[in-house]
Nanobody
Framework: QVQLVESGGGSVQAGGSLRLSCRRS????????MAWFRQAPGEERRAVAS????????DYADDVQGRFTISEDAAENMLYLEMNNLKQEDSATYYC?????????????????WGQGTQVTVSS
């Protein structure tokens, strides 16, 4: 059973940076994806960054491309999301997820395992 625990959320001013962390326990085959999703009030949860563990190939949503960086420390079972030049519209609850890579790629696959979420608030 895979368990995911996020940390690192908080409040920051627009233009600032935050790094989210996700600690994974339990075995996860390298033919899986891991991703960061976010959900703002009244909106659907959506993926903003993903990585295919086997190749470490990242993928990003258009609105975070160039500002967010997803990375994995396989030895420590950690997933990170470095967020720079944050905007108010980045405010949301961020979730770490893991799941098997489907034919649509990691950013669009269906995820099986989820963390509890960590809040990010960006103020003007």
């Amino acid at each position: 059973q895979v368990q995911l625990v996020e940390s690192g959320g908080g409040s920051v001013q627009a233009g600032g940076s935050l790094r989210l962390s996700c600690r994974r326990s339990g075995y996860l085959d390298r033919k899986n994806c891991m991703a960061w999703f976010r959900q703002a009030p009244g909106e659907e949860r959506r993926a903003v960054a993903s990585v295919y563990l086997d190749t470490r190939m990242p993928d990003y949503a258009d609105d975070v491309q160039g500002r967010f960086t997803i990375s994995e420390d396989a030895a420590e079972n950690m997933l990170y999301l470095e967020m720079n030049n944050l905007k108010q519209e980045d405010s949301a609850t961020y979730y770490c997820a893991a799941g098997f890579r489907g034919w649509r790629g990691c950013l669009r696959t269906t995820y099986e395992y989820w963390g509890q979420g960590t809040q990010v608030t960006v103020s003007s």
